[in-house]
């Protein structure tokens, strides 16, 4: 084969891990400092081990990205700002990044600065592609759920290069969609401290625990559709799996093969949880990806390997920026504005829709609910990939032939989409709004933006203008491309995480509502005047008396989740 061949890009946790990475073969190795990075349980590097890093790697032709790949609040902007310029000075290759906000203030001050949007920005379709080019992003790192057709399709389109997870732990969770550690654990995976639920059991199984990546057999493909990269994840794993796993890509990319018999059981031995899964690439989405690391793994994977094989010859990459001048700080954008007190609600069932639901600006339904007169707005599915563009086109159609206005957005590839059928728009959460740089960047896209509802009310506030804030409702805890099988999930202490199917997908939500209908004036306190209610489980009866007890500010009978 004469195709250009992919990067072969290996994680590194600790200095020896990155020393394994370098001896196995990579192209290039990608770590985390000690802050702003989501693996902070790794042991990570300080800021001498990566000037060391660097240096270690230039000096074998390697490249070195470094993960900034946490969601960013204002008052720590100018701490991850002053990060980045040291990464830009000590020679880094690009950063890997999660928040726009982050990344846009990165732009401005340090243009040459290669930038990676993080798996963690959802980023699935060539939509999100050329927005992500847009706003100066050389590279996307694509959703772990995205198929072999959907690859096609970007690779072939993309306007900045496609880098695609190979091997690795499988998060259950859309990556950027996960609230249950956060929610449910005080422990954000999105600010890198992901106490990992779903590798709990739920209806006494394991029916959240994916076995891990493995795409090793389906090489020939990704290197004719002309993957820039190709990730290895594992900033979590020792020097060993690090050196196994890298060893056998770097093999079977040198021989332009996939993996046969002999390279699946070495990868295997480094680490596997009842073996690999294929199954989001080939669309073969069944009961079989799911796997739990059992003690026959632990077996397989015991015996080390010794790393003794000399590093390929490599041409040293020579690297050198002036330093920057002291850059401006960051200031928050979001003047404050007079509030415009707005409401809006989400049913997921249109049955549910009660006959006071007339005091709400707008009543969204999801597109594959919507019906004619309940609702004046459509919720955009969670996930749209490429290959089912064409038919959620036409339902967005006839949402809006019968009556559908208003668009709720909930990722960055959609945004032309609504925009091309004339939609008003407005920002869901899942656009993980956490800072004043991208709620303003959104708002100048939106009619108006929910944050994150990982923010506390203090971090809110902090966000100038006007804000929105889911205030009442079960929060979506996991959006799911494996369907779970059943209609909730019991937890060992009994609780129970309703799921409901959203556009062919299984969402989990909190077992408890969120209520502040007796707390508004922290909220306004806050800042936050404009309410948004999420309706599930509840029929027309209880979502009657939620928005009645809302608005007279009474507290509820019923156990809630409070906004600190």
């Not at 954008?333 to 997921?348: E, I």
């Not at 939106?446 to 804030?469: H, N, T």
């Not at 009474?554 to 809630?560: G, H, I, N, S």
Request: proline fraction near 6%; hydrophobic fraction near 40%; glycine fraction near 8%.
């Amino acid at each position: 084969m004469t195709t250009k061949l992919p990067e072969l890009l290996a994680p590194a946790g600790s200095m020896e891990a990155l020393d394994a990475a370098i001896l196995a073969g990579a192209d290039a190795v990608y770590i985390g400092g000690r802050q702003f990075n989501a693996r902070m349980n790794a042991k990570n590097f300080d800021r001498p081990q990566i000037v060391e890093a660097v240096k270690k790697c230039h000096e074998n032709g390697v490249k070195l990205y470094v993960t900034l790949n946490t969601l960013t609040l204002d008052r720590e902007m100018n701490e991850a700002l002053s990060y980045a310029a040291f990464l830009y000075e000590a020679g880094v290759d690009a950063l890997i990044v999660a928040d726009l906000g982050l990344s846009l203030e990165i732009r401005a001050r340090m243009p040459d600065f290669p930038l990676h949007a993080s798996t963690q920005m959802s980023g699935h379709n060539l939509a999100a592609a050329e927005f992500l080019s847009g706003v100066g992003f050389k590279r996307m790192v694509c959703a772990r759920e995205a198929s072999k057709r959907d690859l096609q399709t970007l690779c072939a389109s993309s306007p900045v290069e496609i880098e695609v997870f190979v091997h690795g732990a499988l998060c259950v969770s859309v990556s950027g969609q996960c609230l249950f550690s956060s929610v449910v654990g005080g422990r954000s995976g999105n600010r890198g401290e992901c106490a990992q639920p779903c590798r709990l059991p739920y209806n006494g199984k394991y029916p959240l625990s994916l076995k891990d990546n493995c795409l090793a057999s389906h090489l020939r493909d990704l290197i004719a559709m002309g993957v820039a990269s190709l990730k290895i994840e594992g900033r979590m794993k020792s020097p060993d799996y690090v050196y196994r796993v890298v060893s056998v890509y770097r093999r079977l990319l040198d021989e332009a093969r996939d993996a046969g018999e002999k390279e699946l059981r070495a990868l295997a031995a480094a680490f596997s949880r009842q073996g690999f899964t294929d199954g989001y690439y080939t669309g073969r989405i069944t009961p079989a990806m799911l796997g739990t690391r059992t003690e026959e793994d632990k077996k397989l994977s015991a015996a080390p390997c010794r790393m003794d094989r000399v590093a390929r010859s490599f041409a040293p990459l020579v690297l050198a920026r002036p330093a920057l001048p002291a850059p401006p700080p960051f200031v928050t954008r979001r003047a404050p504005a007079p509030p415009k007190k707005a409401r809006s609600a989400r049913f997921y069932k249109a049955s549910s829709i009660p006959e006071n639901a007339a005091l709400l600006d707008v009543v969204y339904l999801p597109l594959d609910r919507f019906e004619k007169g309940r609702a004046n707005g459509v919720v955009f599915p969670p996930v749209i990939f490429d290959s089912e563009l064409p038919a959620v086109r036409e339902k967005l159609k006839k949402a809006k032939a019968c009556g559908a206005v208003h668009a709720l957005v909930c990722n960055i590839g959609q945004i032309a989409l609504a925009r091309e059928l004339g939609f008003v728009m407005h920002g869901d959460y899942r656009l993980n709004i956490f800072n004043s740089a991208s709620a303003a960047f959104f708002e100048g896209i939106f009619a108006d933006v929910l944050l994150s509802p990982e923010l506390l009310l203090a971090q809110a506030r902090d966000i100038g203008g006007e804000k929105s804030f889911i205030v009442y409702g079960r929060l979506p805890l996991m959006t799911l491309e494996k369907p779970v099988g059943a209609d909730s999930l019991r937890d060992r202490r009994g609780v129970v995480f309703p799921v409901l199917r959203e556009c062919g997908r299984d969402i989990v939500f909190n077992s408890l509502p969120t209520y502040m209908g007796d707390r508004k004036q922290l909220l306004k306190a806050a800042g936050i005047e404009n309410e948004h209610y999420i309706f599930t489980v509840e029929g027309p009866n209880e979502c009657r008396t939620v928005l009645d007890y809302y608005q007279k500010g009474l507290p509820t009978k019923k156990e809630v989740r409070r906004i600190r």
